[in-house]
C-alpha cells in the first residue's frame, strides 16, 4: 500500500519541479529570442514563440546606440575595481574572524550582519550629495566605491566561512616546518581559500553588475549599464530595450554555474 | 636549562606581538565601512531634518507627505508586498522542499531554480514587459489557445490592481530564489533522522512538514521574511521598467527627488521612511515568529 502512494508523491515532485523550471526558464528565454530577432519580428503580433529567423538586427540597433559600449565597458570597470577593492580589504578581515578569537569579533560580525538591514537607498542619497562636494560624482570610481560599501559586509562574512571550513592544523603544521604565519597564510590557507573567494568575487561581480538605484543617482553621464538602461526606458525604441535587457540578464547564466555550490552552502548557512 | 630558557623568551614575545592582529585585519573594512556607510547614515538623518538653508525643520518630511504621489508610492509598495511576499513564501519553501527531496536531475534543478539569484530587478522588470505588453508573449498565448478574441491592456495604467499584479509576477519571479537559498540551508541542517522517525511512526508528507520541518525551521524561515522584507521595500527598477509612470513605489519618488527635482532633502525625507518601514517589518516578524524559551531546541 504505502509503495505507490510514495511513488505518486515522487511524480508530483517532478510535475512541480518541472513547473517551476518553466516558470523560471521562460521569461529568460523569450527575452533571449527577442533580443536576437529581426526589426519586423520584435513589433510583430502574434510573436513567433519559436524562433525562425534569428537576426542580429535588434542587437545592432542596441549596440550601436550612443554611450551603450561605454556603458558596458564602464560597468566591466566598476565591477572590477569593486572586486579588488573588495577582497582586499575583505579578505583580511575575514581571514581574523574565522582564525582569532578576540575582544570585539562578535560585536563586529553582528553589525556587519546587520548592515543589510539597512537599505542601500538611504547612503546613496547622501553619498551623491558628497561626492558633488568632492569632485567624485559622475564618476566610475565614485560608483565602484559605493558598490563597496554595499558588498563588502557580506564579502567578509563568506570570506570568513571560507576559511573556518579550512583546518587551522594545516596552517600550524607549515609552521612548524619553517613558515613563518605570513607564508604560512600565503602558501596553505590561500590556495585552499581560492575557490570560495572566487566565488565571492563573482558574487561581487554580479551584484555590482545589476546595481541600478546608486550608480543612476551617483552618475549623469558617466552611466553604467543598467544605469543607462534605466534612463532609456522610457524613450528608447523596443528592439533597444529588449537587447540591453539580454545583456543585463546574460552573466546571470554563466555567474550561477559556477558559484551554485556556494550559493547553497557557504551564503545559506552567512545568512543565518 | 638556558637553551630552553632562549627558545620560551622569544615564543612569548612572539606571541604578544600577534595579540594585535586580528584587529590590524579587520580596520581596513571598518574604517571603510566608517566612512561610506555609517557616515553617509548619519548624514542622511541629517539631509532629512534640514532645509535647504541648513536648518533643523520637518518641511522635508511635510514637503514628503504633502505630495500627492506619497500616498500612492505609500500604499503600491505595500500592496506590493501584500501580495509578493506570502505567495513566495510558499513558492520558496516548496522550491527548497523540492531541492532537498533529491530528484534525479537535481542539479540541473538546482542551477535553474537560482538563476534569478543573479538578475537585476530592471532585467525582470524588462523581461516581463517583453511578456505583459500589449503586442506581447501572453496576449500571443492567450490567443494562440483560444481564451482571448483580441489582446488585452495587461499594463493598464488606470488600473492599479492589474499593475499591482505584473509587477507582482515579475518580483515572484525575480526574488523567492532569495528566500529559497535561505530555507533550503536550513532545511539541510535537519538531521534526516527526525523526518524519517515520524514517516515510521506513520506521519504522511503534509504532517511531517507541519510538525516536524516547520518547527525546526523557524530560524531560518524568521531569517529568510526578515531580509525579503527589508529588501521589499527598496523595489525600484522593475516598477519604473512594467508600468512606466503608471505607478510609482517609495524607492522611485526618492530617486526622483533627488535626480530630477534635485532635492536631496526630500529624498532623504523618503530613505528614511524605506528605512522606518523596514525596521519596523523587522521587529514585526522577530516577534511573531519567536520561540518561547522554554521550546527552544537547543
Redesign the interface.
Known sequence: MALPRIRV?RVF??V??LA??A???A??Y??TI?AFSSFDAV?????N?VPTDASMESMNIFLESDGVTDSLLRSAYVAAITIVLCL???T??G???A??T?R??NP?QLALVS????????????????YLRVGIDDTVIGVA??H??FT??LT?LVTASVFAGISYELEEAAMTLGCN?LSAFRKIALPLALPGVAASAIFVF?TS?????AA??LTLRERTL?AQ??AA??TSPLPY??A??FF??A???V???FI?KY???T???V?? | MTSIAQETAPLTRRKRR?EG??????L???A??GV??VW??I??FG?ALQDETGAWSFTAFRTMVDDAAFGEAMSFTFLLILVVVPIQFV?AL??AL?LN?R?RGGGL????????????????G??????FTE???L???L??VGVLEQ?FIFLDPTSKTQLVIAVAAAEI?RSTTFMM??L???L?AIPKDYTEAAEVFGAG?FQRVRHVIFPMLK??IQ??LL?RL??A??V??VV??LT??GATVL?AE??KW??TNEN?HV??A???V??GL??AA?AVILVALRTPRERRLR
Open positions: 508523491g515532485a517532478y512541480a519541479a517551476v523550471a516558470f523560471i526558464l521569461p529568460i523569450l527575452i527577442s513589433y510583430e503580433y502574434p510573436k514563440l582586499a580589504l575583505g583580511p578581515a581571514y581574523a574572524l582564525r582569532f578576540f570585539g569579533g563586529f548592515t543589510r538591514a539597512f537599505p542601500l537607498i538611504i547612503i546613496a542619497i547622501p553619498l551623491a550629495v558628497t566605491l559605493a563597496v560599501a563588502l559586509p567578509v604565519r554580479v553588475w545589476n546595481e541600478v538605484f543612476a543617482l543598467p538602461m534605466l526606458l522610457d530595450r529588449l540591453g535587457g543585463l540578464l552573466p546571470a547564466l555567474v550561477i554555474f551554485r550559493l547553497l552552502t551564503w545559506g548557512r545568512a543565518r | 600577534w592582529l586580528p584587529y590590524w585585519l579587520i581596513p573594512t571598518v571603510y565601512l561610506f556607510f553617509p547614515m548624514q542622511g539631509l513558492l516548496g522550491m523540492l527531496a530528484l534543478f538546482l542551477y535553474i531554480f537560482l538563476l534569478p539569484l543573479a538578475i537585476s530587478d530592471l532585467a525582470a524588462i523581461a516581463w514587459s517583453a511578456i503586442r506581447g508573449y496576449n500571443t498565448i490567443g494562440g489582446p519571479w537559498v535561505i533550503f540551508a536550513g539541510q508528507f530560524p531560518s531569517v529568510a531580509l527589508i529588501f521595500f527598496e525600484f527598477a519604473i521598467a512606466g509612470s524607492a526618492a530617486y533627488q535626480a536631496e529624498a532623504a523618503y530613505s528614511m524605506i528605512l523596514s525596521l523587522a
